[in-house]
């Protein structure tokens, strides 16, 4: 399976009209892919609080619609990072979509750990209540948003559904990229699975971006890992290594304290 993640500048100064259309010419440029993987809220910047309401998007808006005909063009698995979407029931949510190289909605996971503590994404925006799982040829897709990265048992949660890649698109502040590889690596370890991290790169709402984004196979070992700007990184990974991995040093097996079965889709 051949991964590419697309390390997107978000520098200030861009419209998300423009953004999106250039972001949908990378997509298609992707086609010997077999999946493509977008960043957290590429279209207005995961620390541009301030345009989430008006930026705001129907679940099938504007980026839905161009995302959907970008893996349709490019015939791949497209996760399309996530967008501020506006639930007309409700609150914001930070949505990540997942198309199927026919163009077709496969998943969308509402974002649950919402970063801000007590101001931004954590008290604009509403939590999601549900895991979230993709299959795919080969393999399947675990679904996670950045600031969920630092919560084990969601990937815990996503492992007992079967996942065995576990995405997670992110818009990572540079002060703290050293939590961003270490967490990544973590995550891959633990759960003896592939972790495929997409960050942005550039500089929003005052906030350097991490970049750095980064493949990671079950044992641990990074098998690449970008740079600070813009970047396409694409990884050939053999999803039969998890199997593998996991028979080898089956630490899996001596679970004693689990979850509650996960809801998923």
């Given at each position: ?31 010997d892919a077999d999946l ?46 996530s967008i501020p979407e ?132 079950p044992w641990g070992e ?44």
């Amino acid at each position: 399976m051949r991964a590419s993640l697309i390390q997107i500048d978000v520098n200030e100064g861009e419209s998300v009209e423009s953004r999106r259309q250039r972001v949908t010419t990378l997509v298609r440029e992707q086609a010997d892919a077999d999946l493509v993987v977008l960043p957290e809220l590429w279209t207005t910047g995961a620390f541009a609080y301030e345009e989430f309401a008006a930026e705001a998007e129907p679940l099938e808006g504007p980026t839905y619609e161009a995302m959907a005909k970008a893996a349709s063009d490019a015939g791949v698995w497209l996760h399309a990072g996530s967008i501020p979407e506006r639930d007309p029931d409700g609150p914001l949510y930070n949505t990540a979509l997942v198309f199927s190289p026919s163009g077709e909605l496969a998943a969308a996971y509402r974002k649950i750990h919402r970063f801000g503590f007590d101001k931004g994404e954590a008290v604009l925006m509403g939590a999601g209540q549900e895991l979230v799982t993709v299959r795919l040829p080969g393999t399947t897709l675990g679904l996670a948003t950045c600031y969920d990265l630092r919560f084990p048992e969601l990937f815990r949660g996503l492992v007992d559904a079967g996942a065995e890649t576990l995405v997670v698109p992110a818009g990572w502040p540079e002060r703290r990229r050293a939590h961003w590889t270490l967490l990544a690596q973590a995550r891959a370890v633990e759960n003896q699975a592939f972790v495929l991290a997409c960050g942005t790169a550039g500089t929003h709402a005052g906030v350097p971006q991490a970049g750095h984004s980064i493949v990671v196979d079950p044992w641990g070992e990074v098998l690449a890992e970008a740079g600070t700007g813009e970047e396409i990184l694409t990884v050939d990974l053999d999803p039969a290594r998890v199997a593998a991995t996991r028979e080898q040093f089956p630490a899996l097996k001596d679970r004693l304290l689990g979850l509650a079965p996960p809801r998923h889709r």
